[in-house]
């Protein structure tokens, strides 16, 4: 189960922390990312982090987003900084969790979290 917070209304500029904690039967997680979709278009990757804390970013976001995890917590973050109207979306956290050793990765997404940015 993964679950999401840190949404909310921000004026333009503004910042928000995005947070997505992982829960129940976890042997490990490989990636964890962001993804976003607005009113009418398709869900998009945000930004993504592996284990190894490698990092991948979308084009819109890169320099003013930053994603981040604490593997102990099983939870990701996603700093938002100068964020503009067109960040306004559902925001959808996505982890693939293994559930024991040798197990395969399944693709696990959490409740969105609505950031509305106001202009």
């Known amino acids: 189960q993964l679950q999401a917070s840190g949404g909310g209304l921000v004026q333009a500029g503004g910042s928000l922390r995005l947070s997505c904690a992982a829960s129940g039967s976890i042997f490990s997680i490989n990636v964890m990312g962001w993804y976003r979709q607005a009113p009418g278009k398709q869900r998009e990757l945000v930004a993504a982090?592996?284990?190894?804390?490698?990092?991948n970013y979308a084009d819109s976001v890169m320099g003013r987003f930053t994603i981040s995890r604490d593997n102990a917590k099983n939870t990701v973050y996603l700093q938002m900084n100068s964020l503009k109207p067109e960040d306004t979306a559902a925001y959808y956290c996505?982890?693939?969790?293994?559930?024991?050793?040798?197990?395969?990765?399944?693709?696990?997404w959490g409740q969105g979290t609505q950031v509305t940015v106001s202009s």
């Open positions: 996505n982890a693939h969790v293994r559930t024991s050793y040798g197990g395969s990765y399944v693709s696990y």
């Open positions: 982090v592996t284990s190894s804390a490698s990092t």
